[in-house]
């Protein structure tokens, strides 16, 4: 028995899913989004961090309309910060200059969605994706037929797997809470201190921050909530929140995003800058690519494949450069101990930190 019928089916409501359900629906498709959660945004497990317009456009030549795509209005906008310090093992610290912003990413998250519904888009919570045959997707909430599926369900997405999509190889654990306090209005990352192949970040909210660690399982050999409990132990950090994990995808994208009539954005896709983790902007530009190239498919028979040639077209050059800079870092910074940290940080600069963190070549 089919319960629900739709043009596309979109599988979670994160930024990348309501942002392609958004733009597919302004074309006039009948747009379901079905998401596993009761509630959208909650809990939260990313840094809550957005470089500005001007940032991406610099990062992403090549995006389209990036004013028009992240028209975020002022009132989400908690904290805005102009630079990222950066700590060595040693305490020595760097400015590496980068304007942006901080979210309170739940209700970032149901901003994006109610966006979505306005547009027409129909939305589902409570509604775990199970399988998918022959155009119709099991869920607990019954069988819904579609003419195109998307997959936004995170790092280990079930649809990317039903559709025999490449899966996200070596995932970095993270963990994020919120601190109380009063912070700097910068982004703080420290490398080293931790243990091996660990970092730590601290990005400035209202009389709070929100505070975490992740780590590359290749190097670091614990678990992510003892490096955690050191992080917060050594900065002195009052914890007002409970820690809440999950993975992140940590070597660029996946080789393929569609297959049939399902394509797969944002987490789901690899689609994370590499050296930083990084994903919200790259989840809004691909899901606007995703959602326009869907609609279009359904109202004028356009090719699916052309989402992948786009994203890539816009994306994909500066997400390899990322992630060869984290292979060099991983390789030489992280593998040889604090002091190889500390020397490699130290022999790059602020120039080529600064180049690192946004997805340019550093050398030469």
Known sequence: MINIKTDILIVGSGPAGSTAAK?????GASVTVIERRSEIGIPVRCGEFMPSNHEIKDMFPKVKDVDGTFSIPDRFKIVKTNAVKVIDPNGKETNLPLDGYTINRDVFDQYLASEARKAGA???????????????AIT????IEYKVIIGADGPGSRVARALGLPKNNHLYPAITAQAKGNFEKCVVMFFGGIAPGAYGWIIPKNGQANVGVGFSPKI??????????IFVERNNLKIISEP????????GP???TVSGNGMVVGDSAGHVISVNGGGIPLAIIAGRI??????????????????????????????KIASFNKKLADTFAFSGGEWRTSLCMRLLGQRRMTNLIKCRHIFP
């Not at 129909?122 to 119709?136: P, S």
């Not at 670091?220 to 409990?229: C, D, E, G, L, R």
């Not at 999950?246 to 070597?251: A, I, N, Q, T």
């Open 254 to 256: 996946i080789s393929q």
């Open 23 to 27: 733009y597919a629906s302004r074309s």
């Open 220 to 229: 670091a050999s614990s678990t992510i909530k003892k490096y955690f409990n």
């Open 122 to 136: 129909v939305l589902i919570k409570n509604c775990m994706f199970y399988n998918t045959e022959n155009n119709v």
């Open 140 to 143: 607990s909430h019954g069988k």
């Open 244 to 251: 809440r994990g999950k993975y992140v995808p940590s070597e």
């Open 290 to 319: 995703c959602g326009e190239v869907a609609s279009d498919n359904i109202l004028n028979g356009r090719s699916l494949n052309d989402y992948e040639n786009e994203w890539q077209r816009v994306m994909l050059k500066p997400l």
